[in-house]
């Protein structure tokens, strides 16, 4: 499971009934090398798209879109979408730090989190880099 740190503003628009994780459009991209991710700025895509991978190699920029979200109701809510992936063709992807979440629905492109890699990835050519059960849970561990 990849768990995604929420972004402070996230958390505000989730509690003034501005996101809708089951119902809104929510996406994938990639961020680059040396991509540090800061939940108190980093608040929508304008915030981060400019360290966001270039199209190329089997990687487009704002293409990627989540599918069937499933939220639960338990000690800790969360919700779980399911797992997806980028294959590398013509060229290597990346290398890629992280994994940011956004809402393409809401009027900001609000950022929902980050999925940091532990060491930059570089998918080479014909490899695929899986994303497994990109989760949000209630709680930013």
Request: one cysteine or more; charged letters at 20%.
């Amino acid at each position: 499971m990849a768990t995604a740190v929420r972004s402070y503003h996230f958390n505000a628009e989730l509690l003034k009934g501005n996101q809708d994780l089951d119902g809104d459009t929510i996406k994938a991209i990639l961020m680059g090398t040396g991509f540090v991710f800061d939940p108190e700025t980093h608040v929508n895509l304008a915030a981060v798209s400019a360290s966001e991978l270039a199209t190329g190699n089997g990687y487009t920029q704002q293409n990627k879109t989540l599918a069937n979200p499933t939220p639960t109701e338990a000690a800790t809510s969360k919700v779980v979408w399911d797992s997806f992936e980028w294959t590398a063709s013509g060229g290597a992807i990346g290398p890629a730090a992280a994994c940011i979440l956004y809402n393409d629905t809401s009027a900001d492109d609000t950022v929902v989190g980050c999925i940091s890699f532990a060491a930059d990835k570089t998918i080479p050519d014909g490899e695929t880099l899986r994303i497994t059960d990109p989760t949000v849970s209630e709680t930013n561990a």
